[in-house]
T-cell receptor, first 113, second 116 residues
Framework: NAGVTQTPKFQVLKTGQSMTLQCAQD?????MSWYRQDPGMGLRLIHY???????DQGEVPNGYNVSRSTTEDFPLRLLSAAPSQTSVYFC????????????FGPGTRLTVT | AQSVTQLDSQVPVFEEAPVELRCNYS??????LFWYVQYPNQGLQLLLK??????LVKGINGFEAEFNKSQTSFHLRKPSVHISDTAEYFC??????????????FGTGTRLTIIP
């Protein structure tokens, strides 16, 4: 199993550009989520999904869109990038139900200039 | 709403010395508690978790944590650290609430640096 994969690993965008961060998992997990990690702020939840066709907002959803058309994929879209979105983005997945651990991808480092 | 506080942003420790990383949480309902570790330039991996039962939880790499409900704490300990333990450690909490809505809230992290 590859686990949780994310592409790209690094990305530089100009303000106003759009892009999609890809996330895929091969563990048949129902729950998937996106976090951003900023120095001194830990990880903050952007969006999450409890299954195909079902998504919801997390703590910091503004400026990001998500969709979940399949169990495996959960892309994160930046419609108009801003410097405040410079961060490291992590995708995670887990089986449904609180006790199960979340498995994290390796992250995407995004810089917006 | 749930929240997690990690008061120590950086902890330097000499090799083979003991270490304790502190974590306090706030929640109006019962919670599950987790410690995750992030090695340099990597994603997060689970170190240990408390779900119920014994308040002393053992994890990977010789780490353990103790759940203290009265003090709402979940401190992480290791009796003797190694260079390889250099990493950032995150405490996280998940409220036991509606099925399918189990959000994980992270603390701000503690950077553990092992001094040879």
């Amino acid at each position: 199993n590859a686990g949780v994969t994310q592409t790209p690993k690094f990305q530089v965008l100009k303000t106003g550009q759009s892009m999609t961060l890809q996330c895929a998992q091969d563990m048949n997990h129902e729950y998937m989520s996106w976090y951003r990690q900023d120095p001194g702020m830990g990880l903050r939840l952007i969006h999450y999904s409890v299954g195909a066709g079902i998504t919801d907002q997390g703590e910091v959803p503004n400026g990001y869109n998500v969709s979940r058309s399949t169990t495996e994929d959960f892309p994160l879209r930046l419609l108009s990038a801003a410097p405040s979105q410079t961060s490291v983005y992590f995708c995670a997945s887990k089986r449904q139900g609180s006790p199960y651990e979340q498995y994290f991808g390796p992250g995407t480092r995004l810089t917006v200039t | 709403a749930q929240s997690v506080t990690q008061l120590d942003s950086q902890v330097p420790v000499f090799e083979e010395a003991p270490v304790e990383l502190r974590c306090n949480y706030s929640s109006s309902v019962s919670v599950y508690l987790f410690w995750y570790v992030q090695y340099p330039n990597q994603g997060l991996q689970l170190l240990l978790k408390y779900l119920s039962g014994s308040t002393l939880v053992k994890g990977i790499n010789g780490f353990e944590a103790e759940f203290n409900k009265s003090q709402t704490s979940f401190h992480l300990r290791k009796p003797s650290v190694h260079i390889s333990d250099t990493a950032e450690y995150f405490c996280a909490v998940s409220e036991i609430s509606n099925f399918g809505n189990e959000k994980l809230t992270f603390g701000t992290g503690t950077r553990l640096t092992i001094i040879p």
